[in-house]
């Protein structure tokens, strides 16, 4: 027996934004709205949700990424603006 659907209306921006940020923390809108529905009916989450703490170091890792990538855009614009200062 397939699985029901429940079909919603929103504005596209909106569902677009929601699909990535779900998608950028590894996660789908069918996960996420299945958990909040549950949630609001106080049923047992699924066991594959992932813990708290896991998702903490992910967040950081991908902050600490960030991070270098930024400083080295960074010091390379400043090797470019001072490279083109001594040669004026």
């Given amino acids: 027996m397939a699985t029901p659907q429940f079909n919603?209306?929103?504005d596209l921006d909106l569902k677009e934004?929601?699909?990535e940020k779900a998608r950028s923390e590894g996660t789908n809108a069918t996960e996420l709205i299945i958990g909040w529905i549950k949630?609001?009916?106080e049923i047992e989450k699924p066991t594959n949700a992932i813990p708290l703490d896991?998702?903490?170091r992910r967040l950081d890792d991908?902050?600490?990424a960030l991070e270098s990538q930024l400083i080295q855009r960074l010091d390379s614009r400043i090797d470019e603006?001072?490279?083109k200062r001594r040669a004026a």
Wanted: no cysteine; glycine share 6%; hydrophobic share 60%.
């Fill in 17 to 19: 934004a929601f699909f």
């Fill in 39 to 41: 949630d609001y009916l």
């Fill in 81 to 83: 603006r001072l490279g």
């Fill in 8 to 10: 919603i209306r929103l």
């Fill in 54 to 56: 896991a998702l903490d």
């Fill in 62 to 64: 991908r902050l600490a």
